[in-house]
């Protein structure tokens, strides 16, 4: 969407604070351009704060660089297009806290949105791949500078056998409509030996669906977990969406179809053609 310009002309002001998770506009507007700020500012994840100390536009994600994006390109994404929701802080935290990344870690983030699992993966030393379907969320995600790969794509698209190895984490907040074909793909980049850790909607523990009643079985089967999230665990997203936490572990030979098992299936295919 268009950024209209008596917006860009507020954003670009200098007096305007935009800065960690939040954006400040420390003058008076006038009342039309006050609403379509206000809204702009709405409508890409952020909440007015009118507390004295705050008096800003908070936003659940570091706003800065995916603000520097939007100004770039006089546009900005709405977080209704694509299942855009960033992970809220507490979640990407527990997220991690499964996860136990060590330096150097692989990891393997394929929706990554603006970034909120990829820059804190980071930080605990995990070398991150990423994959986003969106242009300008990408964009962001080269601002954020944080990944050392970043592939603007349809993740579904793409063949694990593309990649030379698995990762020892996949880390993920999929589109939620779309979330066990997200989940079930990302098994075929998982390292066997690794564990992915997704946030999904907590239908999938009971949507009867032939597909979701077998990846309940393959995670089953897997020894996996779902664990609820907080019911306002994604409020700070603008979403009262219910979720909840899966992590799964893949062993050497076990159920899940990870990386090293797509890697088998040719051999096994040749053996099966010799016979
Ligand atoms: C729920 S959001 C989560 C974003 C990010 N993982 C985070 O935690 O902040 C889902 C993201 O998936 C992206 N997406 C949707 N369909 C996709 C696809 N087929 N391939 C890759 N990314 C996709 C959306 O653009 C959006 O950024």
């Known amino acids: 969407m268009e950024i209209p310009s008596g917006v860009y002309d507020v954003l670009t002001d200098a007096r305007t604070v935009i800065a960690g998770d939040r954006v400040q506009i420390p003058f008076e507007l006038d009342r039309p351009t006050y609403e379509q700020v206000n809204k702009m500012?709405?409508?890409?994840?952020?909440?007015?704060?009118?507390?004295?100390?705050v008096r800003a536009h908070v936003f659940p994600f570091p706003v800065e660089g995916y603000m520097r994006a939007?100004?770039?390109?006089?546009?900005?994404?709405?977080?209704?297009?694509?299942?855009?929701?960033?992970?809220?802080t507490r979640v990407v935290d527990e997220m991690l806290a499964h996860a136990g990344i060590r330096e150097g870690m692989s990891?393997?983030?394929?929706?990554?949105?603006?970034g909120s699992i990829v820059g804190p993966a980071v930080e605990c030393g995990a070398v991150v791949d990423c994959v986003?379907?969106?242009e300008r969320?990408?964009?962001a995600l080269r601002e954020q500078g944080a990944a050392?790969?970043?592939?603007?794509?349809?993740?579904?698209?793409l063949d694990p056998l593309d990649w030379?190895?698995?990762?020892?984490?996949?880390l993920m907040n999929p589109p939620f409509s779309q979330a066990v074909q997200h989940v079930e793909h990302a098994l075929g980049f998982l390292a066997d030996g690794g564990t992915l850790v997704a946030v999904m909607p907590e239908s999938v523990m009971?949507?009867?669906?032939?597909?979701t009643v077998e990846f309940r079985e393959l995670i089953s089967l897997a020894e996996g977990t779902f664990a609820p999230l907080p019911d306002d665990s994604f409020a700070p997203s603008g979403t009262n969406v219910r979720t909840v936490l899966l992590v799964v572990n893949s062993e050497p030979g076990g159920p899940l179809p990870t990386h090293g098992w797509h890697r088998r299936q040719p051999r096994q295919l040749d053996l099966f053609a010799l016979t």
């Open 41 to 53: 500012l709405k409508e890409i994840g952020g909440r007015w704060d009118g507390r004295k100390s």
């Open 70 to 88: 939007c100004l770039a390109t006089r546009e900005f994404p709405s977080r209704y297009e694509q299942g855009w929701y960033p992970t809220p």
């Open 107 to 114: 990891v393997l983030e394929p929706s990554a949105g603006t």
């Open 132 to 134: 986003e379907i969106d």
């Open 137 to 139: 969320r990408v964009r």
């Open 148 to 157: 050392r790969r970043i592939v603007r794509a349809d993740f579904l698209d």
């Open 164 to 170: 030379p190895h698995g990762y020892r984490r996949v």
């Open 206 to 211: 009971w949507h009867s669906d032939r597909a």
